[in-house]
């Protein structure tokens, strides 16, 4: 069975390598050559950001009989991109949706709807603030708090880094990791850089939500809790 699989989250390498090991013809689409360095040697993988009709013609091209959306829960522009193009040809749609974490903590979060909102609240703040939210919000921080006061967690790319530059975040203040991270070492990396604000996703399990916020919150730091998009 041809199955167009779109996503570099946890999920979706997981999910490819089953459907990879079951004998299926499988094609993985990711945003970058990072994501695609993530996934089982043998898969078939497409690299590079794709708009509604990009993807929509890559459907026709490949003519899959199965697409799968296992893309990131906050990349909402994707899903109603991918639903669009397979819904226009007809194709049958599955997606892996990341399960949203439940837990009495998230009422010690103070919560935002987007970046921007999360930006805001900052602007009441003092003291040292963990970015653990990609680095493509970066600027919407950097233009509400000072900079200096700024650490970003990213991942380890030339485009992450280039985009902490962009922001006037200081080199010294970039960790550039892959995660997820135990709790232990998020708690090694808030004693050691004083953080006094957390921001971050509801990234779910996966994402390790409670192993960043739950030591957070036991060292007084405020955490700002991103809301995840909903999904029609």
């Known amino acids: 069975m041809r199955i167009l699989l779109f996503g570099g989250t946890t999920e979706g390498r997981k999910e490819a390598l089953r459907l990879h090991r079951a004998g299926e ?29 990009e993807m929509r013609r890559l459907m026709a091209r490949l003519e899959p009989e199965a697409v799968v959306d296992a893309t990131h829960p ?5 899903t109603e991109n991918i639903r669009a193009a397979a819904g226009a040809l007809g194709i049958p749609l599955r997606r892996i949706a990341r399960p949203q974490t439940e837990g009495g903590w998230r009422g010690a979060c103070r919560r ?31 233009a509400a708090a ?13 485009e992450a880094l ?6 006037g975040i200081p080199a010294s203040h970039v960790i550039a990791m892959q995660g997820p991270f135990s709790r232990a070492l998020n708690a090694a990396l808030y004693d050691q850089l004083g953080i006094a604000v957390l921001v971050t996703k509801d990234g779910g399990r996966e994402g390790g939500v ?17 809301e995840r998009p909903g999904e029609a």
């Open 25 to 53: 013809d499988v094609t993985v689409c990711v945003t970058s050559d990072y994501a695609a360095q993530l996934l089982p040697e043998g898969i078939r993988v497409l690299t590079g950001a794709m708009d509604g009709d």
């Open 74 to 78: 906050y990349a909402l522009r994707a």
């Open 146 to 158: 000072d900079p200096s006061r700024l650490y970003a967690r990213v991942l380890p790319t030339a």
């Open 162 to 167: 280039s985009l902490c530059a962009a922001a």
């Open 112 to 142: 935002a709807g987007d970046a921007a909102c999360a930006a805001a609240l900052l602007a009441g703040t003092q003291g040292n603030v963990l970015l653990t939210t990609g680095s493509h919000t970066l600027g919407a921080f950097a």
């Open 210 to 226: 409670e192993e960043k916020v739950l030591p957070a919150l036991e060292r007084g730091i405020g955490v700002i809790l991103i």
